[in-house]
């Protein structure tokens, strides 16, 4: 099996929003990238509650100042393109509003052709949750059920109606509908968020998991699903490489996947695809100075990766 390939869209502070997003969009559609993608950085707080992914002590990087706004980058990228997949990696759930998201997201769906990929999360900043989060953070969990549940009204059949704890819906007429079932895929690793997975995603969004774990929890999450009678053919496995290129190579004792040389990154890659994982975005932004610096990259690894018959 082929590995599918995706590409970080620019979002950091050294790219323009609407320019940069569209060279890079329409240079992964041209080298022969399958998808593009976007993460969720609301804001970062000069003096943070709790250290970057919530480990005590380490900081956050400075590339996130000025993160550009995630669905207006989908649509940006959208509207360029005509084949790749535009996709979330992730959405926070509780920064948005149930109801709004899934419209947003079923239009631009309707506007792409069928393109879209939601992938969505609980987030850790509690920073972010006290600015813009529609519910407590104790309750990121079953609100981001909740929001699966407003999604499964909304794009389905009118009059839509739904009634949940935060979300009310009178029935009513609610369109455009997603051009097809919008695919929607689930990060986390706890025990919860992997039972999540099984029960409502099409899909998994593993980050930083190793890749001698990634085929039994893959399973596991597979073989819950189907204890549910859902049928898994369909599922995807789709991975996040958040590439840290150096000159050199580094030990291997210690070094963290993904960072390295060139030679250890796609060491890495084929690491990934012989776990199973279906598609490997690799997140290149941060390596690169500009747009045109981002795309020479990603067409770099790109013909790395396939020469290696991966």
Excluded: C
């Excluded at 869209?9 to 060279?23: I, R, S």
């Excluded at 968020?193 to 099409?202: E, N, P, Q, S, T």
């Amino acid at each position: 099996m082929t590995l599918r390939l995706g590409l970080s869209l620019p979002q950091f502070k050294q790219y323009t929003p609407g320019k940069d997003v569209a060279e890079v969009a329409r240079a992964a559609e041209r080298i022969g990238y399958d998808s593009v993608w976007v993460f969720e950085r609301l804001l970062v707080p000069e003096e943070p509650v709790q250290g970057l992914f919530g480990v005590p002590g380490l900081p956050w990087p400075d590339t996130y100042r000025s993160t550009a706004e995630p669905l207006m980058t989908m649509a940006t990228a959208a509207a360029v393109t005509e084949r790749v997949r535009i996709g979330s990696s992730v959405l926070v759930a509780s920064l948005h509003v149930p109801f709004q998201l899934a419209k947003q997201l079923a239009t631009l769906d309707a506007a792409s052709d069928g393109r879209v990929l939601a992938g969505l999360g609980t987030g850790w900043s509690h920073d972010e949750y006290a600015a813009a989060s529609v519910v407590p953070f104790a309750e990121r969990g079953p609100q981001l059920d909740e929001l699966l549940d407003v999604m499964a009204a909304v794009w389905g059949p009118d009059p839509v109606g739904y009634e949940g704890r935060w979300t009310t819906i009178t029935p009513a007429v609610v369109g455009p509908k997603p051009a097809r079932p919008i695919p929607v895929l689930l990060a986390g690793a706890s025990r919860p968020a992997l039972a999540r997975v099984a029960r409502r995603g099409d899909g998994w969004l593993p980050v930083g998991v190793p890749f001698d774990k990634l085929p039994g929890i893959w399973a596991g999450i597979r073989e819950e699903a189907e204890a549910h009678g859902r049928d898994t053919s369909g599922m995807e496995l789709i991975g996040r490489a958040n590439l840290r290129i150096t000159p050199d190579a580094l030990p291997e004792d210690g070094r963290q996947q993904f960072t390295g040389s060139r030679a250890q990154i796609l060491a890495d890659v084929a690491a990934t695809s012989a776990a199973g994982v279906h598609e490997l975005l690799l997140d290149l932004q941060g390596s690169a100075k500009d747009a045109h610096h981002l795309s020479d990259l990603a067409e770099e690894f790109h013909q790395a990766v396939r020469a290696a018959g991966l």
